[in-house]
Every structure is written in C-alpha cells, then in structure tokens.
C-alpha cells in the first residue's frame, strides 16, 4: 500500500511562487506515474501536472503550463510541483496522485494523498 504525503501549501500574495513536495512510502517509486490535481469548491477534481515514471515526459494543461513544473526524484521518492506565477484561479486543494498504470479516469486512480491548501490572496 502506496502512502503519500503533501507539503508546501500556504497563503502566498498573486504572481508569488509555492513548491509542493509529496513524499511516497510503502510501494515502488519508480514504477508509479505521479500527479498533481486541484480542487476548488465548487468544483471538479483536475489534473494540474503529471510525470512519467523516469521522469522523461510530463503533462500540463494550458491553464497552467509555463507556470507550473512537476519534478520527481526516485532517490528520495518524493515529487514536487513548483508553481510560479501564482494567480488566484489557482487557489484549492492540491492533492498528489500516484497510479501504476495512468490518470485517464481520475475515480480509477490508485493511490491519493490528504490534500494541502494553496491560497492565493488577490
């Protein structure tokens, strides 16, 4: 059983800058697709980064590509989300994911951590 656990959530002031790290225990690290989704009230879960096993491809969508960048380091077994430019669209929960297989059907993902609150004061 996959355990995650996120940090790096807070208030940070518009155009500011936060890093989530989420750090994975009890599984393989490497064999894992990891993520990054977001929660506002209100509204659907979403998928906000996602990385490859290796590490090699990665996926955002335009709402916050160029802005956000996932990392991963198998060593540590731990991912990150650096978020820059922070706008405040982007505040909600931000859950780290992680899936053998991939995030197509995000009820099917396998593994979830408890979230960490992103707020971004205008």
């Known amino acids: 059983q996959v355990q995650l656990v996120e940090s790096g959530g807070g208030l940070v002031q518009t155009g500011g800058s936060l890093r989530l790290s989420c750090a994975a225990s009890?599984?393989?690290?490497?064999?894992?697709?990891m993520g990054w989704f977001r929660q506002a009230p209100g509204k659907e879960r979403e998928l906000v980064a996602g990385?490859?096993?290796?590490?090699?491809?990665?996926y955002y969508p335009d709402s916050v590509k160029d802005r956000f960048t996932i990392s991963r380091d198998n060593a540590k077994n731990t991912v990150y989300l650096q978020m820059n430019s922070l706008k405040f669209e982007d505040t909600a929960v931000y859950y780290c994911?992680?899936?053998?297989?991939?995030?197509?059907?995000?009820?099917?993902?396998?593994?979830w951590g408890q979230g960490t609150q992103v707020t971004v004061s205008s």
């Open positions: 994911a992680a899936d053998p297989s991939s995030f197509a059907t995000i009820t099917a993902i396998a593994y």
């Open positions: 009890g599984g393989t690290f490497s064999r894992l697709r």
């Open positions: 990385i490859s096993w290796s590490g090699s491809s990665t």
